[in-house]
Nanobody, 121 residues
Framework: QVQLVESGGGLVQPGGSLRLSCAAS????????TGWYRQAPGKQRELVAT???????MYADSVTGRFTISRDNDKNTVYLQMNSLKSEDTAVYFC???????????????WGQGTQVTVSS
C-alpha cells in the first residue's frame, strides 16, 4: 500500500509565502508524474502544477510566476513553494502521484488527504 501525506498548510496574510510538502511512503518501486491540485469551497478541484519524473513542469495560468513545484526523488517527496499568495489561493491543496508498487507492473494514481491553505488578513 502507498500513502501520500501533505504538510505545510496554514493561515498566511496576502503577499505571504508557504511551502507545501507531499511525502510518499509504502512499497514504492518508482514514482511517475506528481502534481498539486486545489479545491476551494463550492468549486471543482483544479490543477495547480505538475512535474514529470523527467522534470517537465506545467503550471496553471493563475499561479505561473508565483508558485514553484519541485521534487526530491531520493525522498519520494514533492514540494510546492507558494509566493505572493492571494485570497483567491485559499483552498484545500491535494497532491497526487502515479506510483508503481512492488509486485505490480502498472502505475496507479494515489491522492493525499489534503492540507488547508487560507490566505487572509
Amino acid at each position: 500500500q502507498v500513502q501520500l501525506v501533505e504538510s505545510g498548510g496554514g493561515l498566511v496574510q496576502p503577499g505571504g509565502s508557504l511551502r507545501l510538502s507531499c511525502a510518499a511512503s509504502g512499497s514504492i518501486v518508482s514514482i511517475g508524474a506528481t502534481g498539486w491540485y486545489r479545491q476551494a469551497p463550492g468549486k471543482q478541484r483544479e490543477l495547480v502544477a505538475t512535474i514529470a519524473s523527467g522534470g517537465t513542469i506545467m503550471y496553471a495560468d493563475s499561479v505561473t510566476g508565483r508558485f514553484t513545484i519541485s521534487r526530491d526523488n531520493d525522498k519520494n517527496t514533492v514540494y510546492l513553494q507558494m509566493n505572493s499568495l492571494k485570497s483567491e489561493d485559499t483552498a484545500v491543496y491535494f497532491c497526487n502521484a502515479a506510483v508503481s508498487s512492488a509486485g505490480s507492473k502498472y502505475y496507479r494514481i494515489y491522492w493525499g488527504q489534503g492540507t488547508q491553505v487560507t490566505v487572509s488578513s
